[in-house]
Structures are given as structure tokens and as C-alpha cells.
């Protein structure tokens, strides 16, 4: 993972072959240099479906346009790209996320998954142990509580999530939350790589998942434990992604990314992000 990582720091022109055995990259950007599918699209028009690759180690566009043509296309399989199978899926027509509506969807200039209309992707369970997850989406309006993101669910107590939480008439100070299955301590500060959460801003966001709660790592060093007695890190985690699972609790905005690292290989966040901020122009 080390090694990866420093290949990424040094510059290396992508694809960004940051990801190894054990990590899981949900992405419209290229991780892996072996990666060949970013997603699986159905067209309206027909209800054919193809695969999606990349262009320039970014989701091919023009593939895109050209299967859609003025149609709308629908994500059914957000492929996993360190090759674990552990793929996200959408066979519910009623269910799938949006990326083309008679143009490619995006979120500040650069292609976006759309959940609105309460889309999700199933969950499926990974044997993955999380260390951290890092995530690149559009901070959802006021709701006066909580929108939900997905779930890292099936361990203790209800089923988690991760979340903000939309305290209605508290903006700039809304907050991110991970509930780890028992409590939900609010995480603050530097997690926001570009400032407070602010309605409709994309953010590039990292948490750590612990047994004990959440906790937030930066240079690989545990930050902040926070309270809670849940773990994401026993076998058979399971992910959902648009929804809380279980409940009627989704997330209805677009999402660009997110990428889980193992328990087993610390990551500095912050040198993470930065790379992350580049590609996806954030500022």
C-alpha cells in the first residue's frame, strides 16, 4: 500500500494505481491501471445496457453520449476497481442512480452519480475491515436531521451510517456524522477540505471507522477517538450506497466517489485528500 501510495506522491502521471489488495474504489476517476469498467448504464430508450470504461483516467463521457443519445442513462453496477467483485448493484429500474440526462450529469463541471428521486445501490457484503473511507459528493440542503449517505451495516446495534446531519437554520456549522451502530458523534473541522458544509458545496470528506467508534487519522496517526462502542471491523461488512439501510432515509444528491482503505494500511489523510483535490478540482 505504501508503495502505491508513494508512486501517487511522487506524481506519477495517472491512472492513480493507488489501490491494493484489500482496498475497495467506487470512482468515476481511474484508480488501477488494470481497471477497464467504471459502471454498467441502461438507456431509457431501449433498455439496453453496456458497459462504461475510461477516457484519460476519467469515466469515458463520449461513450457515454454516444449510447444514450437523448435518452437517459441509468448506473445499474458501480464497479469496484481493485478487481474484489465486491461491485455495487441496481436491478430496480425505479432504483437506479442517474449519470446522463440527455447530457452527461455533473457536479461542479466534472461527471456525477445522481441519487435524487431516492436512488440507491444495493448493498453487497465485502469481508473488507475499514480503517477509512473517503468520500467526494454534494453536502445535501437542510432537512432538520439527518441525510443519509449509506450504510456500513450488519455488526452491532441498528444499522449504521454515514451521514450528515442537517440541523435546519445551524448552516455554515452543519455537520458530517458516522453512527457506528450505537452512538452518532458529529465530526468537525478538518475533515472539510474545503471549508464548512455549505448547502449544494462538494466536499471531499475522510473518516475513520474503528472498533470503539470513529476516529480520524492524519500521517496515519489516530486523531480524535470519539465515543461509541460499534466496529466496521469484524467479516461480512455490508454497503449500501444512496440509502440507510433498512429505512427510508436517502441521500437524493450526486456523489462522485468513494473509496474504503483496510484497517491494515494507515493512510495520511490529509496528503490523501490533497491528491484527490487536484483531480477533482476542488478548491
Known sequence: MQNNLLRLQSNTPAPFDVMDSGQLAYSLIKFTKNSSKCVRIRRSNDDSETDIGYKSDMIDEQSIIGFCGTGTGYVTTFYEQSGSG???????????????????????????????????????????KIGMFNIICEVPPDTGG???????????????????NN?????????????DGITAP???????????????????????AKNGGAYIRYNGVTQ?????????????LKITIG?????????????????????????????????????????
Open 86 to 128: 465486491y461491485d455495487l448493484l441496481q436491478d430496480n429500474y425505479d432504483y437506479q442512480p442517474i449519470i446522463y440526462d440527455n447530457g452527461i450529469i455533473t457536479s461542479y463541471g466534472l461527471p456525477a452519480i445522481d441519487f435524487s428521486g431516492n436512488k440507491f445501490f444495493n448493498e453487497t457484503v465485502t469481508t473488507l
Open 146 to 164: 439527518y441525510t443519509v449517505i449509506g450504510s456500513l451495516h450488519g455488526l452491532v446495534g441498528n444499522p449504521s451510517f454515514i451521514a450528515f
Open 167 to 179: 440541523v435546519a437554520g445551524a448552516l455554515p456549522d452543519e455537520k458530517f456524522s458516522y453512527y
Open 186 to 208: 458529529d465530526i468537525n473541522g478538518a475533515l472539510y477540505t474545503n471549508g464548512a458544509l455549505i448547502d449544494n458545496e462538494r466536499k471531499s470528506i475522510s473518516v475513520g
Open 224 to 236: 480524535n477517538i470519539l465515543s461509541g462502542t460499534g466496529t466496521t471491523e469484524n467479516p461480512d
Open 243 to 283: 440509502k440507510r439501510a433498512g429505512l427510508s432515509q436517502y441521500y437524493n444528491k450526486k456523489l462522485q466517489q468513494i473509496v474504503f482503505f483496510s484497517v491494515n494500511a494507515p493512510v495520511n489523510r490529509t496528503w490523501f485528500e490533497a491528491q484527490m483535490i487536484k483531480k477533482w478540482s476542488l478548491s
